[in-house]
Nanobody, 123 residues
């Protein structure tokens, strides 16, 4: 199983970025892909997640209304559209996949992780 996260970069406050997570090698019919982030000196936290079974989504309170998760099944890719970015969104963003259709925020519930992509929000 491979997860390739991309799309990070430097953006000014109020700007937007779209992260991509390309997944391959995962054979389960019921899975969930989540986005997590880890800021310097802080623990990794769940940001968003989407279920393969019904497309249901989860968002952390801190990103609700600003971030949107979506998927392209034909490309085996999940996207995280991030709008109205704030300096506190600065972190390394990781995508992860788990066998199971629910979206827990517990890190150890996810089976495979991508390498992370850095998002820096700064003027």
């Amino acid at each position: 199983v491979q997860l390739q996260a991309s799309g990070g970069g430097l953006v000014q406050p109020g700007g937007s970025l779209r992260l991509s997570c390309a997944a391959s090698g995962f054979t389960s019919d019921y899975y969930a892909i989540g986005w997590f982030r880890q800021a310097p000196g802080k623990e990794r936290e769940g940001v968003s997640c989407i279920s393969s079974s019904d497309g249901s989504t989860y968002y952390a309170d801190s990103v609700k209304g600003r971030f949107t998760i979506s998927r392209d099944n034909a490309k085996n890719t999940v996207y995280l559209q991030m709008n109205s970015l704030k300096p506190e969104d600065t972190a390394v963003y990781y995508c992860a996949v788990r066998d199971g259709s629910s979206c827990p925020t517990t890190i150890n519930m996810y089976d495979y992780w991508g390498q992370g992509t850095l998002v820096t929000v700064s003027s």
